[in-house]
């Protein structure tokens, strides 16, 4: 099975966010104190499958799926909901969205989420073993919009590449985006992956909206904006 492409997912250390300094509200913080023990995972390298070790602590939970850059936490609860049999693993580094999705899981029960806080894309290097998750979620990803910032982008081929060798056979890479120059960009490098491939039907290579994934804040923003929204749907290829 393919290891790690060598390198880095983005060169030189760059960040495809930037921390902000958000308010954490009291009740964010109470289910930080009161849930995060039991639910947000440590970044830990000495740990090489975390997906195989999470799924050990989650009885009925069969597979795992990796969110990156889950917000306030709302699509990964739909999610949980919506997957029953699967551990969702939220990668986010804002504490305010940590707080907020805690806040979810203890409202809605859900017990198949597991929260990790920090960089998704050292997770993925360094705590997700080769072949180890069904799928992978990213929804509106920061487009970085302007020209001399696309080197942030988060979808380059480094980290295409990097993903794909996490998947599983048939595991699946899901994006979505309000942004259409970054939803060319995703669908061009995913394109140029070549141990991904295509699932969507659609002439354009776009694919609809599947039914897990909610019509976010974000969605609704740029729908209100004038703009499209575009879900870009990719598999590992069976071997």
Known sequence: MTDAPEGIAHPRGI???VLRTGRTTTAQARALEQLGPRFVLPYDEACTDLAARALAAVPGCRRVVLEIGFGMGHATAHMAQHMADTLIIGCEVHTPGVGALLRLIDEGQLGNIRIVQHDAVQVL?????????AG?????????????????????PAFA???ATR???S???HCATDWQPYAEHMLDVLTAEPLLHNTATTPDGYAPRPNWRPETKFERRGLRLGHGVWDVAF?????
Not at 125 to 133: D, E, F, K, N
Not at 137 to 148: C, G, M, S, Y
Not at 235 to 239: C, P, V
Request: a positive charge.
């Open 136 to 156: 992978i979620a990213i929804f509106f990803p920061d487009p970085w919009p302007k020209k001399r910032h696309h080197k942030r982008r988060l979808i380059q």
């Open 125 to 133: 290097q360094h705590m997700c073993a080769p072949g180890s998750l």
């Open 167 to 169: 998947l599983a056979p």
């Open 161 to 163: 590449q990097l993903a």
């Open 15 to 17: 960040r495809s966010y």
């Open 171 to 173: 595991g699946w890479l």
């Open 235 to 239: 598999a590992r290829r069976a071997e």
